[in-house]
């Protein structure tokens, strides 16, 4: 009689399947390490991280405005909502008007994407009635103008363009 020498332990079958089991959870974690690593490169950051700050100061700020729009300020410009524009340089004008005597004015034209800060630009300007060369890429663009007069009065204007 012949006796046969069994070994204990798993079954070729199950030794494939564990394998490939293992093969297949060690590429998810391969793969998600990729992932998790392309998403922190391209990340973007808070639109504005001094939230808390800005949101102190909203009444006063909703006061300013107010008081602007009751002494008559406005801006008026030669870009308009929905405007189309090719890619080239926009020569942007605005004028601030007012029913009030203007002393002092500072102010701030912001093109930025919509949704996003990665492309940004903020340009200062020191005068009711400016001209400026703006350069946006292809796409929809906000242009953002902030005029502080007299130190207290405050009026905005935002316009959204598109670029092809």
Known sequence: MQTVNETPGLSRSMKNAFWM??????????????????????????????????GKSYNDRFRSLEEGRAAGLRIESNLSNGQSFQIHPIQATFQL???VPIQQVHGTVVL??????RDRQVIPIESGNTTIALAPDKGLWDVRLEYTVNESL???????ITVQ
């Open 112 to 117: 930025e994407r919509a949704s996003t800060s």
């Open 154 to 160: 405050v009026v905005h204007r935002n316009i959204r």
């Open 97 to 99: 008007k007012a029913n």
């Open 21 to 54: 089991i293992g093969t297949f959870l060690t590429a998810a974690v391969i793969w998600l390490g990729c992932f998790v690593r392309i998403a922190v490169a391209h990340s973007e950051p808070a639109i504005d991280n001094r939230f808390f700050e800005r």
